[in-house]
């Protein structure tokens, strides 16, 4: 039954490869439906694999029994084996009556209709509702962690969404003495870790594996050369590299212990009798003294290669910390998006989010529903949206409210000729179109090259008048040659090269 397995391993691959196209050629425009979709295919990816393993198992024949098989169908009797393994099916059923058999045409097709309103889709559980399946971010639970950082400033959770992947002291960060517990640690993990699976459920077609190793390689190479910031290796007593801390001003002093700027050098020999300053020296000097015993200990040869203990905490931290960067920069679309999310619920009523959280649960059915083309038109007479006011439509696909709509003067009118005459809705699109090509283009067409002195001018006649005038001023501003160069005739008048020629051609000199 070797070739059997052989065959259904090929039709099996073929029919993946199928559903993947399928679904593929198909473009769903909620995003439920397509993390939803891709998940299917991350899914058909890994069947792929796994039965193309098995596929080529059976053909290198280790064990020979694929051969066997084919040498007792072309030698015997073909009639005799087919009846051999006639009755070798037969008594399989007669043991397992009740084995299903699998359909794969019908496993591996999309879904439409009441079947897929049966089966569950696999995102509905697996993002929370502040998320909104891969939209934003949810880092509630990594905020309250940091909150709870001993010395750890008092950020609200939009200010930590700037801020979560800049771990410099003076950002918000902790000291570097201050990160070596276990609550930071902790905290760190769980920060890259929340920010890896968010990255893994919103993109199932990428090795994020393959991502994580890339980022873990350059941290290697990165950690070799001593080139990770704030995570230097500290130099022992007596060779301090204080000056490689840039201050921010000239009269500015670093102090190593504290790891804090001050202003001059009086409020710095001011805070070296603080309680502070004497804590922070000791640690310093305690850290200092385990990695010179530890340097002399591999310069004598009793620790070959060794490491110390409090390195490799130190190294374990700044790998988490590496990575959290990493994936922030990976995933700096959502995080923006997250920090617009948070500001425009901030000024939401908490009837107004529970009715937003209602809406999109409720155009997720309704996306899901699909529409057949016979009914079409009576689909499309109930999905109207009732609109009178002429609102714009939020990302759901429904009329943002009317305050919103006030707040934001959406109903003001902003023409602009050099466009073509084209209508912002809005002062925030107004002032965004004087950057966008749009504009610019318009500007070119007229001549106009130096287009940044050009904002908040929307007519043709008065930029042509200021560009006149700005050329102008350039040739006005241009130096003659002529001038620079001063003659002086027999009387001691002096005067510019290009008169006194003049003068001297007419006579007059």
């Known amino acids: 039954m070797i070739l059997e397995e052989q065959r259904f391993l090929h039709e099996d691959l073929e029919r993946l490869e199928q559903g993947i196209a399928d679904r593929i050629g198909d473009e769903p425009k909620h995003i439920r439906d397509r993390l939803a979709r891709d998940h299917q295919i991350a899914q058909f990816l890994d069947r792929i694999s796994?039965?193309?393993?098995?596929?080529?198992?059976?053909?290198?024949?280790?064990?020979?029994?694929?051969?066997?098989?084919?040498?007792?169908?072309?030698?015997?009797?073909?009639?005799?084996?087919f009846y051999k393994q006639l009755a070798d099916i037969k008594s399989f059923h007669a043991r397992y009556p009740n084995e299903p058999v699998e359909n794969l045409e019908r496993?591996?097709?999309?879904?439409?209709?009441?079947?897929?309103?049966?089966?569950?889709?696999?995102?509905?559980?697996?993002?929370?509702?502040?998320?909104?399946f891969g939209r934003f971010f949810d880092l509630h639970g990594c905020h309250e962690l940091y909150l709870n950082l001993p010395n750890a400033k008092r950020l609200s959770y939009l200010q930590y969404l700037d801020s979560f992947d800049n771990f410099a002291p003076g950002a918000g960060g902790l000291k570097r003495s201050e990160k070596l517990t276990d609550q930071y640690f902790k905290y760190v993990g769980q920060l890259a870790l929340d920010l890896e699976t968010f990255m893994r459920k919103t993109r199932p077609l990428e090795n994020v594996d393959k991502v994580?190793?890339?980022f873990d390689k350059e941290f290697d190479a990165a950690w070799?050369?001593?080139?990770?910031?704030?995570?230097?290796?500290?130099?022992?007593?007596?060779?301090?590299?204080?000056?490689?801390?840039?201050?921010?001003?000239?009269?500015a002093v670093?102090?190593?212990?504290?790891?804090?700027?001050?202003?001059?050098?009086?409020v710095y020999k001011g805070h070296l009798s603080g309680k502070k300053h004497i804590r922070a020296a000791a640690e310093r000097a305690q850290r200092l003294q385990g990695a010179a015993e530890v340097g002399g200990g591999t310069s004598n040869g009793t620790s070959r290669g060794g490491t110390s203990t409090h390195r490799l905490k130190e190294r374990a931290i700044a790998e988490r910390e590496f990575r959290v960067k990493?994936?922030?920069?990976?995933?700096?679309?959502?995080?923006?998006?997250?920090?617009?999310?948070?500001?425009?619920?901030?000024?939401?009523?908490?009837?107004?989010?529970?009715?937003?959280?209602?809406?999109?649960?409720?155009?997720?059915?309704?996306?899901?529903?699909?529409?057949?083309?016979?009914?079409?038109?009576?689909?499309?007479?109930?999905?109207?949206i009732y609109n009178p006011l002429k609102?714009?439509?939020?990302?759901?696909?429904?009329?943002?409210?009317?305050w919103l709509y006030k707040l934001h003067g959406l109903g003001v009118e902003f023409p602009c000729e050099i466009c073509g005459n084209f209508v912002y809705m809005g002062r925030r699109a107004f002032d965004k179109h004087f950057n966008e090509a749009r504009h610019i283009y318009g500007l070119k067409c007229l001549g106009i090259t130096n287009t940044s002195l050009f904002r908040d001018i929307t007519g043709i006649d008065e930029a042509l008048r200021l560009w006149d005038k700005i050329q102008k001023d350039k040739r006005k501003d241009k130096v003659d040659d002529g001038s620079v160069v001063q003659m002086e005739d027999a009387e001691g008048n002096v005067m510019p090269e290009k008169v006194y020629y003049d003068l001297q051609k007419q006579g007059l000199l």
């Open 107 to 132: 496993a591996y097709r999309p879904k439409k209709g009441p079947d897929a309103e049966a089966q569950p889709s696999i995102v509905d559980t697996m993002f929370t509702g502040e998320e909104a």
């Open 326 to 384: 990493r994936l922030a920069s990976a995933m700096s679309t959502e995080r923006s998006d997250t920090r617009v999310n948070v500001e425009r619920k901030q000024g939401m009523t908490e009837r107004e989010r529970q009715q937003e959280l209602e809406n999109l649960f409720s155009t997720t059915a309704a996306a899901s529903q699909p529409q057949d083309a016979e009914d079409g038109e009576g689909n499309d007479d109930e999905d109207k």
């Open 212 to 214: 994580i190793a890339d």
């Open 50 to 81: 796994s039965q193309s393993a098995k596929l080529l198992s059976i053909y290198r024949d280790e064990d020979g029994s694929r051969s066997r098989e084919i040498q007792q169908i072309g030698s015997g009797d073909p009639m005799e084996e």
């Open 224 to 251: 070799e050369k001593d080139e990770i910031a704030d995570w230097k290796k500290e130099e022992p007593a007596g060779k301090s590299a204080g000056g490689a801390v840039q201050t921010s001003t000239a009269e």
């Open 391 to 402: 609102l714009p439509l939020a990302w759901d696909g429904k009329p943002i409210p009317f």
């Open 254 to 266: 670093w102090c190593e212990d504290c790891e804090k700027e001050f202003k001059n050098e009086n």
